[in-house]
């Protein structure tokens, strides 16, 4: 059973363009909606988060949409940077389950200088 | 460093050998969580420990793999006569005792089995 789907798998965007990465999810229980950055041989770090009470969070460059209604969540990055090229994994959880976050099977994200 | 520690970083065993993974969750935090990432995959869940108990070990094999958080020391996940499948990288990850779903994961450690 896939709980998550995240698409594209892999995506390459040019210096100062705009990467865009969605998640789809089946579980309504979910209530967190994290986004994490996955460098070679480093572990995740979150990037940033958003709860089902706000439809958009904006932290710099990044901004996580989320339409509760079509249960889908984005991440954007604005500006795109060679320094953002990593992968990135949506992970959304829920409290019923301890928060044992579902990790997306991850976007590989190429910014081309 | 007040961030999470997994030691070791590489570790290479052979075939029907044991494999001991170390974790040091970040000051203040109790819970602990283990995560398995294959090559070009998501992280999948194993187990969910606090101190001195098994939360939730729903995503650990029923053979072979178990884990533990004792009062004092690190958690640790123990795969005993490890196979070639074994190979991949083990996170942990902590988070303080309001669990809010906010993770903090370390560097991980990467089981090669030959």
């Known amino acids: 059973q896939q709980q998550v789907k995240q698409s594209p798998q892999s995506l390459i965007v040019q210096k100062g363009g705009i990467s865009i990465i969605n998640c789809a999810y089946e579980?309504?229980?979910?209530?967190?909606f994290p986004w994490y950055q996955q460098f070679p041989g480093k572990g995740p770090a979150l990037l940033i988060a958003?709860?089902?009470?706000?439809s958009e969070k904006k932290e710099g460059r990044f901004t996580i949409s989320f339409n509760k209604s079509a249960k889908q969540f984005s991440l954007h990055i604005m500006d795109s940077q060679p320094g953002d090229s990593a992968t990135y994994f949506c992970?959304?959880?829920?409290?019923?389950?301890?928060?044992?976050?579902?990790f997306g099977a991850g976007t590989t994200v190429t910014v081309r200088a | 460093n007040a961030g999470v520690m997994q030691n070791p970083r590489h570790l290479v065993r052979r075939r029907g050998q044991e494999a001991r993974l170390r974790c040091s969750p970040m000051k203040g935090h109790s819970h602990v969580y283990w995560y398995r990432q294959l090559p070009e995959e998501g992280l999948k869940f194993m187990v969910y420990l606090q101190k001195e108990n098994i939360i939730d070990e729903s995503g650990m094999p029923k053979e072979r793999f178990s884990a533990e958080f004792p009062k004092e020391g690190p958690s640790i996940l123990r795969i005993q006569q490890v196979v070639r499948g074994d190979s991949a990288a083990y996170f942990c990850?902590?988070?303080?005792?309001?669990?809010?779903?906010?993770?903090?994961f370390g560097e991980g450690s990467r089981l090669t089995v030959l």
């Open positions: 990850a902590s988070s303080p005792p309001a669990v809010t779903g906010e993770l903090f």
């Open positions: 992970a959304p959880g829920a409290p019923s389950n301890d928060y044992k976050l579902s």
């Open positions: 958003i709860r089902p009470d706000v």
């Open positions: 579980n309504t229980a979910f209530d967190y």
